[in-house]
T-cell receptor, first 113, second 114 residues
Framework: AQKVTQAQTEISVVEKEDVTLDCVYE???????LFWYKQPPSGELVFLIR??????QNEISGRYSWNFQKSTSSFNFTITASQVVDSAVYFC??????????FGKGTSLLVTP | DGGITQSPKYLFRKEGQNVTLSCEQN?????MYWYRQDPGQGLRLIYY???????QKGDIAEGYSVSREKKESFPLTVTSAQKNPTAFYLC?????????????FGDGTRLSIL
């Protein structure tokens, strides 16, 4: 079965705190791709990152970083020094042998001043 | 600007009525997708199309229909057979219909029942 689990439904932090969003996936495929998307209140999903199953290097982009661990089937997303503009729903998704993506249910992040 | 345009932004449907949601892209992408989003749920795939004049059912196709007569257009019709159509509908596209391709999304259409 192909499945993505985002166990955290809602997270609330105060500005400048670090926050980690968890993503656990299940797949039988040896080749697969993991994605993170951000959905601000406007509704459009914004692509943040793609990681393929052969590349376990962590990635950092500004205040964003991603930790991919095949041993635990996890692809976690950390925002350092959070800001109010980071408030959004974040989705983790799995691309595998099919053509569409399997999305998790999303984590709603609220950053308060 | 290249992107995906969905219209209308808000749509209301009467009982027994079919409604059509528009999705147009000028990214020259081959593949297009329709997703449904309900509160607290992830995105669920309704239909997808990898090339013109071809489309496939997704996980929740019942009560919906699509067409792909032009590369840039992928309209979704919500038929009267869809008994619970109230949701947020998102259209997406990717360069090719492959698992490694990021999908680019429109702003969505929010459909409600009158």
């Amino acid at each position: 079965a192909q499945k993505v689990t985002q166990a955290q439904t809602e997270i609330s932090v105060v500005e400048k705190e670090d926050v980690t969003l968890d993503c656990v996936y299940e797949t039988r495929d040896t080749t697969y791709y993991l994605f993170w998307y951000k959905q601000p209140p406007s509704g459009e999903l914004v692509f943040l990152i793609r990681r393929n199953s052969f590349d376990e290097q962590n990635e950092i982009s500004g205040r964003y970083s991603w930790n991919f661990q095949k041993s635990t089937s996890s692809f976690n997303f950390t925002i350092t020094a959070s800001q109010v503009v980071d408030s959004a729903v974040y989705f983790c998704a799995l691309g595998h042998s099919g053509y569409a993506l399997n999305f998790g249910k999303g984590t709603s992040l609220l950053v308060t001043p | 600007d290249g992107g995906i345009t969905q219209s209308p932004k808000y749509l209301f449907r009467k009982e027994g009525q079919n409604v059509t949601l528009s999705c147009e892209q000028n990214l020259n992408h081959d593949a297009m997708y329709w997703y449904r989003q309900d509160p607290g749920q992830g995105l669920r795939l309704i239909y997808y199309s990898q090339i013109v004049n071809d489309f496939q059912k997704g996980d929740i196709a019942e009560g919906y229909s699509v067409s792909r007569e032009k590369k840039e257009s992928f309209p979704l019709t919500v038929t009267s057979a869809q008994k619970n159509p109230t949701a947020f509908y998102l259209c997406a596209s990717s360069i090719k219909g492959q698992a490694n391709q990021p999908q680019h999304f429109g702003d969505g259409t929010r459909l409600s029942i009158l």
